[in-house]
């Protein structure tokens, strides 16, 4: 097996896929609950003598290498993001035995390599870049070469404005995985967290309800849950993801009632 | 009465005060729905003709002077906030008559005067600031000399971390309505919108209950309802404020509940 690139390598990768974010913070310990990279040192070598084929192997050496290319500095995308995106996809694996879990989990553990901001003009082309950015990698890791294809679509595929329709079982959990992670409880934190981040307004001061305005989830948080999250359930591949989906958007809306009464003063 | 000061003695206190964010960006008409100054434009003259003691009048004058000097780039504590806060205010005085509503109406426009970060050494000090920052304005305005002081205690009270406790009712009142604000469905988007300001996590990645750790509210956001969210009902000074504070705590509670099954993948 090759060795695992080292930082420049990725830092390579940044400038040419502009949008990578490969960031080694005073922090990333205390974040990152897997074993992680620094800046200074290559795949730690215990896992190279692990047989290829073993699950357990490849769970350490994607998270491994998500966690050193995981957005760190990006609580909503970070990699506790990767992690619940792959436990949901485990639950929907459930109803499909005869899907590729590795493939599966590869593409959960990589899916946001490539993470461009909303108003990146470049933005509905990042899961393909994604997709090229992980078969390099896990190339390095000797990942079995007939699975590559099948990871990279489910990447591709994963993204909302890639606009890719999953052909494959396993591109459809993986979507469905990475969509039910902005819906419930944990969804709407990380959607305040990211408008924190962009400077969006809470909502609309006079019409929260954006009735006698369209909607505009680049200014108003609130706005999000109407514009898109609601109608991520119809979006789901899995009937699991389906009903998962509409459990956590009903309290999506239940949030947005409460929300409204405090903000309107009732 | 004297002109308003212009913009140029709005940065002169910047500087002197070192927190007060004074902010005009091209989002702002959308953000604030009272009349706004410009940073070419004086206090409006219209607001000069109405009678000094008209509550119409003061409430024109007190938002006006409120939206040209809230940090309308943090969608936390703009204006909304402000607005939110007097609206919370007027309930609890429903319950105290005598109180001096001109007095806590003037006081929630302009406690955020001064807003120092969470890890400023200064902070204790900022509502301090604010107070001396909030009476020089007022005084501009010909605001009743003889209610001055009273506004300024209860903007120095109002604070966390002052550690001034409010001997007037109409103090009472501005920090139990405050706290209101940091409670319930807007108090929890406030709060991941700030920790993604801050760069924060959402939770600690394997021990987000905080079983075998100290809670840290600055590196995890969730921590934030234990550490203090869930203690600002028994601090409140109303008993209005204490009963919405204590319905608030609980959605907050049922919310944490629902993170955590999320995040431990239950």
Known sequence: MEKF????FLRNDKAR??????IW????SAIIAVPRFSPATPMPPASKNLPKDSRQDWSERLTALAGAISDADDGAHDINHLHRVW??????????PAANALVVQAACYLHDLVNLPKDDPQRHLASRQAAQLARRHLQQLD?????????????????????????TIEAQIVQDADRLDALGAVGLARLFYTAGRMGSRLA?????????RALDDRRYALDHIA??????????????????????????RDFRTRFLAEWEGA
Chains 1, 2 share one sequence.
Do not use: N
């Open 25 to 28: 913070t005073r922090h990333a």
């Open 17 to 22: 896929y502009g949008g990578l974010c490969c």
């Open 204 to 212: 609309h001061a006079d019409d929260a309800r954006a009735t006698h």
């Open 227 to 252: 514009c898109k999250l609601e109608t991520l359930p119809a979006t789901m591949q899995t009937d699991a993801g389906r009903r998962l989906g509409e459990r956590r958007v009903q309290w999506l």
């Open 87 to 96: 436990q949901a996809a485990r639950i929907l694996l459930d109803d499909y």
């Open 143 to 167: 990942f079995p070469a007939d699975q590559l294809d099948a990871v990279a679509h489910a990447i591709e595929a994963h993204s909302f404005s890639a606009g890719i329709a999953p052909t």
């Open 5 to 8: 690139p080292a930082p420049q």
